[in-house]
């Protein structure tokens, strides 16, 4: 062993109680140090904070790069704006709905015509009866049960958000013995089945490259839309949400078909 090791050895084995108070002092400092660090890595991702690196640049490409957003942004301040300013409706008076006020002259006309009101309503009656049509004939002929499935989703839920809060019929509601439901029986109306029916069709039509049919059937559920705000048979309200709904819907029903072929292939699987 020579002189340079006895001495080495020596100084990391002969440490005085100071040394120690030190050592571990600054272990403490570097372990707290390391925590701040850690905090700051999860806070920031483990970079700066983004909008730390924008430049004037930046900003004038993301307003025309990406004006959607942007637009969108505009309508949150503005709508927050509106919503904070505008005065509510009170309990007494019915409620506003701008596609009432847009379709006045329409349903001043179906009102003081009620043959074409019933004409109109036996249409859209024979609309919703292709809907249906559509629908399980995707399923009984061509062994293609999504539509179906969505359908059957969209419809139990209407009912329990239906029931749960349930609107007043508009005081201007034009009916007709020939309309669905028929008889004017009582009636949902948040949301619109009209209108989700239609769009669960429609998508169906474009996934089996059905365009025509598919257009048709958007045409036909804008005329609806139009017709049931003439004669006040839902609000605007329910007709947007029943958009909505009958692509969320399809969507479910999707998953669902996914979901179960999963299965199968696992029973498969399991089975060999």
């Known amino acids: 062993m020579t002189a340079t090791t006895i001495t080495t050895t020596a100084a990391t ?4 109680p100071n040394n120690r108070r030190k050592t571990k002092a600054s272990n403490a400092v570097n372990g707290a140090a390391k925590r701040v660090d850690d905090v700051n890595a999860f806070l920031c991702g483990g970079v700066s904070p983004s909008f730390l690196t924008w430049t004037l ?11 959607l957003p942007c637009f969108l942004a505009f309508g949150l301040l503005f709508f927050m704006f509106v919503e904070y300013t505008l005065r509510m409706i009170p309990a007494t008076s019915p409620p506003f ?3 009432f006020i847009a379709t006045r002259s329409l349903h001043r006309l179906l009102s003081s015509s009620p043959e074409l009101n019933s004409l109109l309503a036996g249409l859209n009656t024979v609309f ?12 009984l002929i061509e062994g293609r049960p999504r539509a179906t499935i969505s359908t059957l989703f969209m419809f139990t839920c209407r009912g329990i958000l239906g029931y749960s809060t349930q609107l007043p019929l508009p005081v201007e509601f034009l009916g007709s013995g020939v309309d669905f439901p028929v008889g004017n029986v009582s009636f949902f ?39 049931l705000l ?6 605007t309200i329910d007709l947007a949400a029943g958009v909505g709904a009958g692509i969320l819907f399809d969507s479910l029903g999707g998953k669902y078909e996914e979901s179960k072929k999963k299965d199968a292939t696992r029973c498969c699987l399991g089975e060999s």
């Open 230 to 235: 003439g004669t006040r048979g839902h609000y």
């Open 97 to 99: 709905d701008l596609g």
């Open 57 to 67: 640049g930046d900003v004038v490409n993301v307003v025309k790069c990406h004006w």
């Open 189 to 227: 109306l948040f949301f619109s089945g009209h209108v989700a029916g239609a769009v669960i069709a429609s998508l169906d039509m474009r996934r089996k490259h059905r365009w025509e049919m598919a257009w048709t059937f958007d045409l036909l559920n804008i005329l609806q839309v139009i017709r």
């Open 13 to 16: 084995t002969i440490s005085t």
């Open 128 to 139: 919703v009866a292709m809907q249906a049509i559509y629908i399980l004939w995707a399923w």
